[in-house]
């Protein structure tokens, strides 16, 4: 009954920019706490970018820092993440996630976006960064 669907992915060039979207099903975003993350071909899962269902603060991974940007529209239950000056290492599937956990509970965004903790996932929008 919970579902999460990305869209957005492609290729793009070096430089160029993508705005993911994940829509969810089943549940109010706004009472969720929402991660974005990827995984590329040999590697782990990490986590780009999340934001606390409550507080909305944010996290984000070092090296996506001051490019991407995460962000929600409550009306239409969408979670975006805006990606500007990609590089041929933002190459990877773009998951999205939600989990019911927050600062409530004395957890903070950063560490379940490092640990991976959200209960729903999205399959995936594959994104690739080339010329």
């Known amino acids: 009954q919970v579902q999460l669907v990305e869209s957005g992915g492609g290729l793009v060039q070096p430089g160029g920019s993508l705005r993911l979207s994940c829509v969810a099903s089943?549940?109010?975003?706004?009472?969720?706490?929402i991660g974005w993350f990827r995984q590329a071909p040999g590697k782990e899962r990490e986590g780009v970018s999340c934001?606390?269902?409550?507080?909305?603060?944010?996290y984000y991974k070092y090296s996506v820092a001051g490019r991407f940007t995460i962000s929600r529209d409550n009306a239409k239950n969408t979670v975006y993440l805006q990606m500007n000056s990609l590089k041929p290492e933002d190459t990877a599937i773009y998951y999205c996630?939600?989990?019911?956990?927050?600062?409530?509970?004395?957890?903070?965004?950063?560490?379940?976006?490092?640990?991976?903790?959200?209960?729903?996932w999205g399959q995936g929008t594959q994104v690739t960064v080339s010329s």
């Open positions: 089943g549940f109010s975003l706004d009472h969720y706490s």
């Open positions: 996630a939600a989990d019911s956990n927050g600062p409530e509970n004395g957890v903070t965004v950063q560490a379940m976006c490092v640990l991976n903790a959200f209960g729903s």
């Open positions: 934001i606390s269902r409550s507080d909305g603060d944010t």
